[in-house]
């Protein structure tokens, strides 16, 4: 019977593994996190922001003539097929330029995301676990600038919120509803605070991420937790040995028990999304909407795992050296 390499990362490609050796001697957990602290963030952020130019955008036109014009015509039908024939509009056949920098800017939100996501996979191909004390003061100072972070976002949510609700009282009569995006005879007006709105909520979020990122960057416990939970049951048995193997093995169990409910309420999230978008008693422009709900349970399931962890096995495994505070 031919034996399987079970050492952490023999499930990854040639490449992967390439790119991870040159991780291990490239990149320190430093730089590592600081990186994450930032592109992760940054890529959402982009991917929303995007949104706020096709509000800016129908305040002007450009006109590019025939080419042009057909160009929209493809990306208007495209936004046909994706709202299930919901939302008609012409916007991209008038506002072509603004369309093409909404696809620009969400495809580089998209790519920072990835780029960050294969990061992570080579920089944990290449780390299980790293063996390391963290600076207690540092992890002190990174929780308050992270909480502060987190204020900074709240505060800016809250004034999108506020700002959002006052136009819709206050302005002028044909309010649009929730968004005037698509809406042709909405008030320019409600173009311009509703763009406002998303461009505070992708600054919110950015800081919200990069605040809850930061608060945890420096903790060694935290990276081994997160680099445990992709790593299979089996890896974790055949490559440790004594109190190290039983620690991680349970702690692979709870964060595994989390992983599965998130699975499992992303599942749901996604069949009912599909129901959303199929069945025509059902259908909807909003039928993404569920997805994103789905991601969100899913990470949040992992993070309560993670803090489970911290509180059941954290002592054990700052004992055995795998993130000990100094």
């Not at 992760?40 to 955008?57: K, R, S, Y």
């Not at 299980?128 to 502060?148: F, I, K, V």
Request: glycine share 8%.
């Amino acid at each position: 019977m031919e034996k399987r390499d079970l050492t952490p990362g023999s499930h990854l490609s040639a490449v992967a593994r390439h790119t991870a050796a040159s991780v291990e001697k490239s990149c320190s957990f430093e730089a590592y996190r600081s990186s994450q602290a930032l592109l992760v963030p940054l890529g959402t952020a982009l991917i929303i922001a995007a949104f706020a130019i096709l509000h800016f955008g129908d305040l002007v036109s450009f006109d590019l003539g025939g080419n042009g014009r057909a160009l929209g015509v493809l990306l208007d039908d495209a936004v046909r097929i994706v709202s299930k024939d919901l939302i008609d509009t012409n916007y991209a056949e008038e506002h072509v330029v603004s369309m093409l920098l909404f696809v620009i800017v969400l495809a580089a939100g998209v790519a920072v995301h990835r780029g960050a996501n294969d990061q992570r996979s080579a920089f944990r191909a290449a780390h299980p676990y790293l063996r390391g004390s963290t600076d207690a003061e540092a992890l002190a100072w990174g929780r308050r600038s992270g909480r502060r972070l987190v204020l900074a976002a709240a505060v800016l949510a809250l004034g999108g919120i506020v700002l959002h609700a006052a136009t819709r009282s206050l302005g002028p009569a044909d309010t649009p509803g929730t968004t005037a995006l698509f809406d042709s005879q909405a008030s320019p007006l409600y173009n311009i605070t509703d763009g406002a709105v998303v461009l505070l909520f992708a600054v919110a979020v950015f800081l919200f991420m990069r605040g809850s990122r930061i608060a945890e960057a420096p903790s060694y416990l935290a990276y081994n937790l997160g680099a445990l939970a992709e790593r299979s049951v089996y890896s974790v048995d055949a490559t440790e040995d004594g109190r190290l193997r039983e620690v991680l093995l349970a702690a692979k169990g709870i964060l595994d028990a989390g992983l599965l409910r998130g699975r499992v309420g992303l599942a749901v999230c996604i069949a009912l999304s599909a129901c959303l978008f199929f069945l025509p008693t059902l259908e909807t422009a909003l039928w993404w909407v569920p997805i994103i709900v789905g991601l969100v349970f899913r990470d949040a399931m992992v993070k309560v795992a993670v803090s489970r962890c911290k509180r059941e096995l954290g002592p054990a495994m700052e004992e055995l050296g795998v993130g000990r505070v100094s």
